[in-house]
């Protein structure tokens, strides 16, 4: 047999009877019909073994009622590679190549230093990759890569932060996530129908950090709107959860009587929850605890009382969605333009805080299993 068509059926873990069906050429015309046909599956245009390094990626076959397309590889730049907030985003992201046929990079920086993000932009571009989602953290850093890899012919979104509030930065084609000021706006609203004076307090964990500035500058104007005599201070803390854990029991402690504690980030969120269990917050006049994200621990307080609400921003939807928008751009030479997709804000409170403790999803980075998540009831509505 030739050694070619016995790599190829291995490839294909066939059973012993479908392995002698084929080389008896059941279903072709011949044997040698059959191992034409092996050879030729496993082999590029000019003869060498699709896959090698000297050769471009071999087209992905046609998913659904789409063509076959070359298999696109997205590339995405985050400002937090190894965060766990962003590990639902990475499967919304794989979820949607297998989907599609398409592969997608993770890279970035650890710890959002904008230098090494514009580098792994930049060396996205050399590399050719076939589109970009950026997390647009600093509004003018990112203005120059994303010119040059228009210019190019690569596609570029935005996806968790996409500048400054009135002033993007970049001439990206779309931002995907969630409104950013409008959400900080929704936090400082929602703690004004339990809060009628007093002092809040508002922890960043990166101030001027375009991904969270623009929700405290949110919640501090939804204050100031609502013309009650309530004071906001907005109080850096640290990206290191543990420092910043530290700043908010120290400005705790220093600060009887608070009215509010409010977060714009996940580190600070489930802070403010520990600290408010910590000191029994709650019964030294403290009206409200909240912030944004899903980490386990900021749920665990949201059900123990310790905190009164937090903000789902759907992380997968921020990687699942690029991928889908950056595809059909490829796949429609531009014509259908990738939209600007807000990924929505929803509020998680004490009522409906239980299914995500108790359901382990890829949808909210709890679990990489692939399942159907059941669930009965009715739908709440307004």
């Known amino acids: 047999m030739n050694p070619k068509i016995e790599e190829a059926l291995d490839t294909l873990n066939l059973t012993n009877v479908a392995r002698r069906r084929l080389l008896t050429g059941a279903g072709l015309v011949s044997a040698s019909a059959a191992a034409s046909a092996l050879l030729a599956a496993c082999s590029s245009d000019n003869g060498k073994a699709a896959g090698s390094g000297s050769q471009a990626a071999a087209p992905a076959a046609g998913h659904g009622d789409f063509p ?3 298999k696109w590889k997205f590339v995405f730049v985050c400002h937090v590679t190894t965060n766990p907030f962003f590990t639902p985003t990475q499967y919304g992201a794989q979820d949607a190549c297998a989907l599609l046929g398409a592969d997608f990079q993770w890279t970035g920086s650890k710890d959002s230093i904008v230098a090494e ?6 060396t996205a571009i050399s590399a050719k990759a076939d589109g970009l989602a950026l997390a647009v953290v600093d509004k003018a850093a990112f203005r120059d890569p994303v010119n040059k890899a228009l210019d190019a012919g690569i596609p570029v979104v935005s996806y968790n932060a996409d500048g400054a509030r009135d002033d993007p930065g970049t001439a990206r084609l779309a931002y995907i996530g969630q409104g950013l000021y409008e959400s900080g706006y929704a936090l400082g609203q929602r703690a004004l129908t339990q809060i009628d004076s007093g002092d809040v307090v508002g922890f960043i964990a990166t101030p001027g950090a375009l991904n969270i500035q623009p929700r405290i500058d949110g919640a501090e104007q939804a204050i ?4 009650k005599p309530v004071k906001f201070t907005a109080v850096g803390t640290n990206a ?3 420092k910043g854990l530290s700043i908010i029991d120290a400005y705790a402690q220093g600060h009887a009587g608070l009215a509010g504690m409010l977060a714009v980030d996940a580190g600070s969120t489930q802070s403010i929850g520990q600290v408010v269990k910590k000191y029994g917050l709650r019964g030294k006049g403290l009206k409200v605890a909240g912030g944004f994200d899903l980490v386990p621990e ?3 307080g949201i059900k123990a009382g310790d905190l009164d609400y937090t903000i789902d921003q759907q992380p997968y939807l921020q990687g699942f969605l690029p ?3 950056l595809y059909l751009y490829k796949l429609s030479g531009g014509l259908i333009a990738p939209p600007t997709t807000n990924t929505g804000l929803l509020f998680v409170t004490k009522d409906n805080v239980e ?5 382990q999803t890829r949808f909210e980075g709890s679990s990489d299993e692939q399942k159907v998540v059941d669930r ?7």
């Open 68 to 70: 076959s397309t070359p």
């Open 117 to 122: 993000m514009v580098n792994a932009t930049n």
């Open 224 to 227: 100031k709107d609502s013309g």
């Open 240 to 242: 290191d959860i543990t």
């Open 298 to 300: 900021t749920l665990s």
């Open 323 to 325: 991928v889908v928008a």
């Open 355 to 359: 299914p995500y403790q108790t359901t």
């Open 376 to 382: 009965t009831g009715a739908i709440a509505h307004a």
